[in-house]
DNA sequence: TCACGCGGGAGAGATA
DNA sequence: ATATCTCTCCCGCGTG
């Protein structure tokens, strides 16, 4: 089994240190460029996989954010801080990525769906959502059970990095559309 | 009243 | 050693 990247690794982790290195200095000016509203088209672009919302694609470049995107089409979803350590070993993967996996696996529908999957909203079932928390406590290798409440806890802190946003209806979430379309991307890509 | 889901503070663990 | 990120745990509140 293949524990390290192509030999594209190396240029891609270039990539992300610039990346970083830009936001760096640049934060103060990006900070007021972000509108924070969970409205349509209020964060392009900053949901690059498990990129922090921070770092924001459309201020950098234009040819570099055309290619972090593709190389955040990795399978595993390595962060920029996390892209070196997985070069060496498996990255943890995240809450919302574990979901998109859920979510597009017909033999989970009885536990986490889609409402309408365009729109990336997605529920959890009322009788099943457990099953899903405790699966991700497994994938995080807890020692304690994960339920739902500790689960959902998890993902209402996505809504402040603007990743998944809370609907106002029960056991109901939404990815944010960049998220979802990234998430998309790397699906396919995983595929 | 009770069960359930949600919101938020605090802290743990991993990592840079 | 310190800062940051991403959860995890726990408690209280609102709603049906």
């Known amino acids: ?45 900053h949901c690059m996989c498990n ?3 921070r770092l924001l694609a459309h201020d950098a470049p234009q040819s570099l954010s055309q290619n972090t995107t593709a190389l955040l089409s990795e399978p595993n979803f390595v962060s920029t801080r996390q892209a070196s350590k997985a070069a060496g070993r498996g990255r943890k993967v995240r809450l919302f990525h574990f979901l998109f996996e859920m979510l597009e696996d017909p033999n989970m529908a009885h536990c986490v769906s889609w409402v309408p999957a365009a729109a990336g909203v997605f529920r959890f079932s009322s009788t099943n959502k457990d099953e899903v928390a405790a699966l991700w406590g497994q994938r995080k290798g807890n020692k304690r059970p994960m339920t739902y409440q500790k689960m ?32 998309q991307r790397c699906h396919k890509g995983d595929m």
């Open 1 to 45: 089994m293949m524990d390290s990247y192509p030999d594209t690794h190396s240029d891609l982790e270039v990539i992300l240190e610039f990346l970083e290195e830009y936001y760096r200095q640049n934060a103060g000016e990006i900070a007021s460029k972000v509108n924070w509203t969970t409205g349509e088209g209020s964060c392009d672009q």
């Open 51 to 53: 990129e922090p919302p």
């Open 152 to 183: 959902s806890r998890a993902l209402r802190n996505y809504a402040r990095s603007g990743e998944i946003f809370k609907v106002k209806k029960k056991l109901t979430y939404q990815f944010s559309r960049d998220t979802l379309t990234l998430l």
